[in-house]
């Protein structure tokens, strides 16, 4: 396989970004799906510091989360039909790019770096969320939870989203602010970028083995 034309300097030809947390600050409207989920069980709400705790994993886990900190002995899989729908209705309440995002994503693609979306938000509200940020056209790819039988971190989405790149996975940089992406890129021999930004819990960034931390999404652009 070929490598792909990047920025003079810049060291990956293709790089995978993580959605929440790391492009998009959403944690107030999955606070809000979750409280609605919550009251409609007839549980009190949650103030949204603990649901950024819950965020990363899937929707599966988040709702897993909500139901045993409100002690709901509830199977997940019976409540996710209405969580799904608050999901949908809450998707656009007022998410909001991160500093810097639009610019150095279009600063990398007039670069020729190719880049993709590989999170484990269900599939059919990442490119409706990312159009409505206006940044649906930077990517050539984008990959949801639900695609693939895995999800980070199972490093088998990177390596799918290498392949449809056609390049090694030692080629795609992942950027993103949590243990799934570093777990999934590590696995997957990928490099390593975090941003500290984002819903890390209390999980270690400087300790992984990540490439850098950034503390700004574009300090990518400085990335050598």
Request: glycine share 8%; aromatic share 6%.
């Amino acid at each position: 396989m070929s490598a792909v034309a990047a920025e003079p300097g810049f060291p990956w030809p293709v790089v995978l970004f993580d959605l929440d947390g790391t492009l998009v600050d959403s944690a107030s409207d999955i606070a809000a799906s979750v409280n609605r989920l919550l009251l409609d069980l007839g549980h009190a709400s949650v103030d949204e510091a603990t649901v950024r705790g819950w965020i990363g994993d899937g929707v599966g886990q988040l709702v897993a989360q909500a139901l045993r900190h409100a002690g709901d002995a509830r199977d997940v899989e019976s409540v996710m039909p209405r969580f799904m729908r608050h999901y949908e209705d809450c998707l656009l309440l007022d998410p909001r790019l991160y500093p810097g995002v639009e610019r150095t994503l279009r600063v990398l693609q007039t670069a020729g770096v190719r880049m993709a979306v590989c999170t484990n938000k269900p599939t059919p509200f990442v490119t409706p969320l990312l159009q409505a940020m206006g940044i649906a056209p930077y990517f050539e790819h984008v990959l949801g939870a639900g695609e693939l039988p895995q999800r980070k971190p199972d490093p088998a989405p990177l390596r799918h989203l290498a392949a449809r790149f056609g390049v090694p996975v030692e080629q795609c940089l992942m950027i993103g602010d949590s243990s799934t992406d570093a777990h999934a890129a590590l696995a997957a021999g990928a490099p390593l970028v975090l941003v500290s930004y984002g819903y890390r819990r209390t999980f270690d960034l400087h300790g992984c083995g990540a490439h850098a931390v950034i503390d700004r999404f574009d300090q990518l652009l400085e990335l050598r």
